[in-house]
């Protein structure tokens, strides 16, 4: 089994008690939640639900109160430069469409570059493709190292050479877990004048963050994957990187006066705000950070950690298995195929032993062609992973793997 200290938080999830079979490693995916988070969403609805920000009564005022404090919560959180940049989304996705559409429309121009990775998410790529598209601008990626890591040398040479205006890399990997340099990632693009966008999705649950002082302009991550509820994500942002850029969508709760014919926008953050949000989630996702906190980033980091280190020993150890990503700077993810397997049917084997693993492309289509794969399966660990779930994995790959071998 590998070193302690690992935390020891399982009780904390009821979905565990539910379904004590269950070896869930698909939390990259989205993650299950504490008591601590769903209590927090059904007591609001029981307790202080309203509205917000319209109600001249109490109980809306407090409903308010609630979801403002989930802002400055957030802010603290992650170390964010001012509670005027964090902007609630749906997701992350949506936060990264967000600044494609509103940043895209200001100062993309017929020739710039948007400067992606072979290895990013689908949503760090499609809208950047809407965007580019229909202003004459185009999308160039950085290679990926065969072993799964951004090349920096290819980075600063595409920064130096090609007309980039905007940088949008992630800082984890979702398919291999690779953490990026992501303050060098800044200082470069910076260096050169360029804004950029990090895609902290797979990075927020798993590190300790301080957004001041990694001084990215725009950082997203969504909520339900850092133990908190679907349906809520955010964008934060340094205000001035925000300020004077139009919105992204328009109604209720982001203007300031309407006419028939025209608009003025609320200020910062609730210019990127339109519509009623997510409120009881909102509160949820306040829960999670809370729980977050109690447990605290570096100890969440090192309990990954350790099952990391182990996933790779046991699975290291298994004949017939093929592990991708680079040897060290990762997070909880491992992904692997087994020889003469395809990565659907070991998933489909391995939910026979409730094992749950995502397989698949992992919305990272550009990355398997890189890696020369259609797919992978894919292991990812969360604050309730344990040595037995890494245990029942490799004991079923052996088997899985060792099938594989003796099926011409
Ligand atoms: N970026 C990365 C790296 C991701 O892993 C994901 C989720 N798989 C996303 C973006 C999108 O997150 P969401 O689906 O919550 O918007």
């Not at 005022?61 to 404090?69: G, K, Q, S």
């Not at 509820?229 to 942002?237: H, I, N, Q, W």
Request: aromatic share 8%.
């Amino acid at each position: 089994p590998p070193p302690a200290p690992l935390l020891e938080v399982r009780a904390d999830f009821p979905v565990f008690a539910h379904r004590p079979e269950l070896v869930f490693l698909d939390s990259a995916a989205s993650s299950q939640k504490p008591a601590a988070v769903i209590d927090a969403i059904a007591g609001f609805y029981a307790h202080d639900y309203a509205n917000i920000h319209r109600g001249a009564y109490g109980l809306s005022a407090r409903a308010t109160d609630r979801f403002e404090a989930v802002r400055d919560q957030a802010a603290q959180f992650f170390g964010a430069p001012s509670r005027d940049g964090v902007v609630f989304t749906r997701n992350a996705t949506e936060a990264i469409n967000l600044v494609a559409h509103s940043w895209g429309q200001v100062h993309l121009n017929p020739g710039d570059v948007v400067l992606v990775s072979e290895l990013e998410h689908h949503a760090n790529l499609v809208p950047w493709h809407l965007v580019t598209g229909g202003r004459g601008a185009r999308v160039e990626a950085v290679a990926m190292t065969p072993d799964g890591r951004l090349d920096l040398e290819d980075y600063e040479r595409k920064l130096r050479e090609l007309p980039v205006k905007f940088v949008a890399l992630q800082h984890v990997s979702n398919a291999l877990g690779t953490v990026h340099p992501a303050r060098q990632l800044v200082e470069l693009a910076h260096a050169r004048g360029v804004s950029i966008l990090l895609d902290g999705a797979q990075a927020a649950p798993h590190l300790p963050l301080n957004l001041t002082e990694l001084g990215a302009d725009f950082y997203v991550l969504s909520a339900h994957k850092m133990l908190g509820p679907s349906g809520v994500g955010l964008l934060l942002a340094r205000p001035e990187a925000l300020r004077g850029l139009p919105p992204y969508q328009g109604g209720g709760d982001m203007i300031r006066e309407v006419y028939p014919q025209h608009s003025t926008y609320a200020p910062l953050p609730h210019t990127f705000e339109a519509g009623t949000p997510a409120i009881a989630e909102v509160i949820g996702f306040g829960a999670a950070l809370d729980y977050l906190s109690g447990l605290g980033m570096a100890n969440v980091a090192a309990h990954e950690q350790a099952l990391l280190g182990y996933a790779l020993q046991r699975l290291g150890a298994v004949d017939g298995l093929q592990l991708y990503g680079p040897a060290s700077g990762r997070c909880g993810v491992v992904s692997f195929n087994v020889a003469g397997a395809h990565a659907h049917d070991v998933a489909g084997f391995l939910d026979e032993a409730n094992i749950c693993v995502r397989a698949g492309h992992h919305c990272a289509q550009p990355l398997m062609r890189a890696l020369g794969v259609a797919s992978t399966a894919r292991a990812s660990f969360s604050v309730y992973t344990t040595p037995a779930d890494v245990d029942a994995l490799a004991d079923a790959l052996g088997e899985i793997a060792q099938f594989f071998a003796e099926t011409p």
